[in-house]
């Protein structure tokens, strides 16, 4: 009897906790219904011609699903050129940003020397220091040393404008990590050096695939430093091509070319977003567990 009315008495506060949860429930499955009915919009009407879109008959695809409007996007409006130069910055600012940022937090959480807090405080101040406020002094610098008007100058501020977020999201996997790896591996006669990068690093995997994935979206994302720093067609990234575009629509009226390269754009991050969803999560995750 007394299991019974256990059992009775827990159904009920499930009951409970599932109903006092209904309406965040209800929000979550709200704001998904509103994305893909978002999404959907715009990759039908990336399909559909101008005039279907002004006169808001976008779903009907009455004169058929107009695929060309991708080529057009693509070969037309710069967008392969903005894609690229996009990908080339993404990619190579993540590789830069790795290499500086994993030993610096891996040598702050691991070791004990004068100054360390001082640096992790920095690192923290840094994160919270808007970038236009350091827009003059970084185009100053950028004209006394001949960088303006180069992809190499926008690889090199995307590194550094990453590396404070970076490291302190760093510093938590790092320093969760036993000792006993290290401890292990200076007894077979490993360096720290060697150490790191056969061991340490491997197993800080969750923490570097998921801060990898927030850079590359951020510098691909990225609007401001672009618009500042590229001074010509050939250099913007996709946030910038797409403001373009954005203006060269309201003269030629190509509707449909403007939300095809939309899609194209958001397509990776989408994509990043689709298959790699659980690795974030379990990444986020991950820092707060203590080996």
């Not at 710069?78 to 993404?90: D, G, R």
């Not at 500086?100 to 004068?114: N, T």
């Not at 640096?119 to 002094?137: Q, R």
Request: charged share 10%.
């Amino acid at each position: 009897m007394k299991t019974k009315h256990a059992k009775a008495k827990n159904q009920d506060a499930g009951s409970k906790l599932r109903l006092s949860q209904l309406p965040a429930y209800l929000i979550v499955v709200f704001w998904v219904i509103f994305t893909f009915v978002l999404l959907g919009w715009i990759f039908a009407a990336s399909l559909s011609t101008s005039r279907e879109i002004y006169t808001g008959e976008v779903l009907k695809f009455a004169s058929g699903f107009h695929f060309d409007n991708y080529i057009t996007a693509w070969n037309s409006q710069n967008v392969s050129v903005f894609f690229m130069n996009s990908v080339l910055y993404a990619t190579v600012s993540l590789i830069g940003i790795q290499l500086i940022c994993a030993p610096a937090a891996y040598v702050l959480a691991r070791f004990m020397f004068k100054g360390n807090k001082l640096l992790k405080n920095c690192f923290i101040v840094a994160m919270s220091i808007p970038s236009i406020m350091v827009i003059l002094p970084l185009y100053s610098a950028a004209v006394q040393m001949h960088l303006t008007g180069t992809r190499s100058l926008l690889i090199i501020l995307y590194i550094c404008l990453n590396v404070p977020f970076t490291t302190t999201f760093l510093l938590n996997f790092f320093g969760s990590l036993s000792h006993t790896y290290e401890e292990a591996a200076a007894i077979d006669g490993c360096t720290p050096i060697r150490t790191f990068w056969k061991i340490m690093m491997p197993l800080a995997q969750p923490g570097l695939v998921t801060v990898g994935i927030f850079n590359f979206l951020a510098v691909w994302n990225e609007y401001f430093m672009a618009m500042i720093f590229a001074s010509s067609d050939s250099l913007k990234n996709v946030g910038m091509g797409l403001f373009s575009m954005v203006q060269a629509m309201k003269s030629n009226g190509n509707m449909g070319g403007l939300f095809a390269a939309v899609v194209i754009v958001f397509m990776p991050t989408f994509i990043i977003y689709l298959f790699l969803s659980e690795k974030i999560i379990a990444g986020i995750t991950a820092g707060g567990v203590k080996g």
